[in-house]
């Protein structure tokens, strides 16, 4: 149960970030779009790859991100809610810049249809993360066992975590471009 409140409350983040991320960039335009670009220009070498090598390289940068920002949860909990923070942030920056080109449900277009699954995979995963910092606490200063809750939350991610973000990324190849030419 904890589980569920943490998520919710990491959602709330997330999409408290995203506003901010947005409303700043709306004020401060020229120079997000500046730093936009150079974020995106690093993900040219992406255009040449197939289809099925672009979905794996898009999972295992989200799975690899979201394990470790859940295992760097025993800290108290601080990473993962940087993590889904500042995911949160770029989110908003991204649909403020990009809006001006596209118009807003164009760029929404481009993130929901894959960002349904993501967004909460990543979510889960930083839920646990934050989930482990409160068991890290409890083994610190209550002397309760620390271990289990660590091969559990790696259970939790690989049954749960996993297959979401491998959807998300069959998704964000396959279905989002299909969905954002549509509109």
Sequence with gaps: MRLVYISVLLAFIFFASAYIGYTSAKENLDLFKGYLEKFFSGFEFLKGYRSEVLVL?????NAIKSL???????FFGIAPILFIATNGFLLGIVLAVKEVDFGFFRVLS???PHGIFEIPAVILASAQG???GYRFYESLFKGKEFKRHVKDSVVF???YVIPI???AAFME???TPLVASLI
């Excluded at 390289?57 to 940068?61: D, G, K, S, T, V």
């Excluded at 470790?68 to 025993?74: N, P, R």
Aim: no cysteine; glycine share 4%; hydrophobic share 80%.
């Design 57 to 61: 390289i898009i999972f295992l940068n």
């Design 68 to 74: 470790v920002f859940m295992l760097a949860g025993f």
């Design 110 to 112: 481009f993130v929901v």
């Design 130 to 132: 934050v989930l482990l």
């Design 157 to 159: 991610y690989l049954k």
């Design 165 to 167: 973000l491998l959807i």
């Design 173 to 175: 190849v396959y279905v």
